[in-house]
Nanobody, 125 residues
Framework: QVQLVESGGGLVQDGESLRLSCAASGGTVSRYNMGWFRQAPGKEREFVAVIRRNGGYTNYADSVKGRFTISRDNAKNTVSLQMNKLKSEDTAVYYC??????????????????WGQGTQVTVSA
């Protein structure tokens, strides 16, 4: 079973950038759909971005499109989320996830089989 560990969270101001990283062990990131989700206080976990195992195609939530970029480094077995122009509404715990589901289900958190412990991102206005 693949195991995931996120890093890179922190406190930044509105408009600044952060880069999250997800390191995998026990499995190869290129063999999975690798997704990022987030959960803000009092809210349900929501999809942020995914890089698909087939072809490396990417999908983004509308709220982050144009600001966030997901990428994969096969040599390092990591997945990253570059977050630019951060807003206060991006404040949340960010989770990395791995799944093997069909492409039409990559935004559904229940379809992922492995999760990291999460990393806190706080954006102050």
């Amino acid at each position: 079973q693949v195991q995931l560990v996120e890093s890179g969270g922190g406190l930044v101001q509105d408009g600044e950038s952060l880069r999250l990283s997800c390191a995998a062990s026990g499995g190869t990131v290129s063999r999975y759909n690798m997704g990022w989700f987030r959960q803000a206080p009092g809210k349900e976990r929501e999809f942020v971005a995914v890089i698909r195992r087939n072809g490396g195609y990417t999908n983004y939530a509308d709220s982050v499109k144009g600001r966030f970029t997901i990428s994969r480094d096969n040599a390092k077995n990591t997945v990253s989320l570059q977050m630019n122009k951060l807003k206060s509404e991006d404040t949340a715990v960010y989770y990395c996830a791995a799944g093997a589901q069909i492409s039409s289900a990559v935004t559904l958190d229940r379809m992922y089989i492995a999760w990291g412990q999460g990393t806190q991102v706080t954006v102050s206005a």
